[in-house]
């Protein structure tokens, strides 16, 4: 089913094709609300609340986006409106701004080319053969690592490296510009490698003691 033949069925009320939508959705909406605020009660009351503003908004939804960023949009703001921290209530763009000027600790330089970019970009993590030897460890150092990441770099590669969305798609989801994305990711993935690196060196070390 394409995007449009959904978005038909969805207008039409059309109970099986958004009970569809829910369960494919609703797993990585969860993962993604969690994050910003302070339980998992709470975080399904974000989702509930985001699915029943998709229901009331679909007949306003234009097409500018895909349908998932448009989603996710309204998962981030609940989100956001549900934060209990006073950090969690500054816009998203205000925030990513404020972390990717911020200083920071420099990264090896020789992971990126001079343009900014990767030199030997990092896959997804369920696509590395390396990490799934040890998937379960590996993936709890991963998340660990993601969760004292800054709130914005947590989501940046939450939403690229973990649930699979492009960089359009991420960018138009958080409201930040697209340099701002590329820094936060860059930053994000640099510090989770680093903390991958060290899981591995710990646990190539326990294995030769």
């Given amino acids: 089913m394409d995007e449009g033949q959904l978005l038909e069925r969805l207008r039409a009320r059309d109970e099986s094709?958004?009970?569809?939508l829910v369960r494919s959705w609703s797993p990585s909406m969860l993962r993604l609300a969690r994050m910003y605020v302070s339980n998992q009660a709470a975080a399904e009351e974000v989702v509930q609340e985001a699915?029943?503003?998709?229901?009331?908004?679909?007949?306003?939804?234009?097409?500018?986006?895909?349908l998932k960023t448009w989603v996710y949009r309204i998962l981030v703001n609940r989100a956001i409106t549900k934060g209990t921290r006073e950090a969690r209530s500054i816009p998203f763009?205000?925030?990513?701004?404020?972390?990717?000027?911020?200083?920071?600790?420099?990264?090896?330089?020789?992971?990126?080319?001079?343009?900014?970019?990767?030199?030997?970009p990092p896959r997804r993590w369920q696509d590395q053969p390396e990490l799934a030897l040890r998937s379960a460890e590996t993936l709890d150092a991963a998340r660990e690592a993601?969760?004292?990441l800054p709130e914005m770099q947590k989501a940046v590669i939450t939403m690229r490296d973990l649930e699979g969305f492009?960089?359009?798609?991420?960018r138009n989801a958080l409201?930040?510009?697209?340099?701002?994305?590329?820094?936060?990711?860059?930053?994000?993935?640099?510090?989770?490698?680093?903390?991958?690196?060290?899981?591995?060196?710990?646990?190539?070390?326990?294995v030769h003691t």
């Avoid at 029943?52 to 939804?61: A, E, K, S, T």
């Avoid at 510009?177 to 994000?188: D, F, G, Y």
């Fill in 17 to 20: 094709a958004f009970a569809e």
């Fill in 51 to 66: 699915w029943l503003g998709v229901l009331q908004g679909i007949d306003r939804f234009e097409g500018r986006s895909s």
């Fill in 93 to 120: 763009a205000a925030l990513a701004a404020g972390e990717a000027s911020a200083d920071e600790p420099a990264v090896d330089p020789d992971r990126f080319t001079r343009e900014g970019g990767w030199a030997s």
């Fill in 146 to 148: 993601i969760a004292r």
């Fill in 166 to 170: 492009d960089a359009e798609d991420t």
């Fill in 175 to 206: 409201e930040i510009s697209e340099s701002n994305q590329r820094v936060l990711l860059h930053r994000a993935r640099a510090k989770v490698r680093a903390a991958l690196e060290e899981h591995f060196g710990e646990a190539d070390e326990a």
